[in-house]
């Protein structure tokens, strides 16, 4: 399965900026679906996720209120909806599944639970 993140860019703090994410397989059904970024010389780290069924979402306190996970009615593309952008918030941005569909304690927020992964989108925002 390949994962296909697009949509960063460079933009100013305090705007905006919408990802997405589309899948070789066609539809995200029955998929946990999450997004991850990394910052240069920083470990990667959770942002947000949304479990299969899309009625649980969760996110980074560092993002609460300013970012939003969504899935079109098609299940073909997962967005990730970025508002107030900050420059902290630069880095590169991925969107991730776990086709095992794992429970657990933050079983949403461990990078370790997603078994596919796409290859990022940067996401630069200047102050």
């Known amino acids: 399965v390949q994962l296909q993140a697009s949509g960063g860019g460079l933009v100013q703090a305090g705007g905006s900026l919408r990802l997405s994410c589309t899948t070789s397989?066609?539809?995200?059904?029955?998929?946990?679906i999450g997004w991850f970024r990394q910052a240069p010389g920083k470990e990667r780290e959770f942002v947000s996720a949304a479990n299969w069924r899309g009625d649980r979402k969760y996110y980074a306190d560092s993002v609460k209120g300013r970012f939003s996970i969504s899935r079109n009615s098609a299940k073909t593309t997962v967005y990730l909806q970025m508002n107030n952008l900050k420059p902290l918030d630069t880095a590169v941005y991925y969107c991730?599944?776990?086709?095992?569909?794992?429970?657990?304690?933050?079983?949403?927020?461990?990078?370790?639970?997603?078994?596919?992964w796409g290859q990022g989108t940067q996401v630069t925002v200047s102050s």
């Open positions: 991730a599944t776990d086709s095992e569909m794992r429970y657990g304690e933050n079983y949403y927020a461990k990078s370790y639970n997603y078994d596919n």
């Open positions: 397989r066609g539809t995200f059904d029955y998929v946990h």
